[in-house]
Nanobody, 124 residues
């Protein structure tokens, strides 16, 4: 089970840190990703991290403003988002991918488990 938290309403230029807590499985075996779905749009890739944390990947739209990290001892993955923009408004989902290789993936269909999402709203 994946449970996201940390969403909310923030003004443009502000910051948020999203958390995703995993239960029920060996968290360190899974690569993790964050995706988002803006209102009226398809879900899109935001960031990903390999199971060891040694590799990360970001969507162009958030690169330089966001940092994905994980704490395997706490079974938690984080997404720190800075300098938020109104276009970052979306439901944010974390996802887990059972991966033998210590790599990232931006492909939604490669993820096995999904959280319920947390809403981020950025006001202008």
């Amino acid at each position: 089970q994946l449970v996201e938290s940390g969403g909310g309403l923030v003004q443009a230029g502000g910051s948020l840190r999203l958390s995703c807590a995993a239960t029920g499985r060996t968290f360190s075996n899974y690569a993790m990703g964050w995706f988002r779905q803006p209102p009226g749009k398809e879900r899109e890739f935001v960031a990903a991290i390999s199971w060891s944390g040694s590799s990360t990947d970001y969507a162009h739209s958030v690169k330089g403003r966001s940092t994905i990290s994980r704490d395997n001892a706490k079974n938690t993955v984080y997404l720190q988002m800075n300098n938020l923009k109104p276009e970052d408004t979306a439901a944010y989902y974390c996802a887990a991918r059972d991966s033998f290789e210590d790599i990232t993936s931006s492909r939604e269909y490669e993820y096995d488990y999904w959280g319920q999402g947390t809403q981020v709203t950025v006001s202008s």
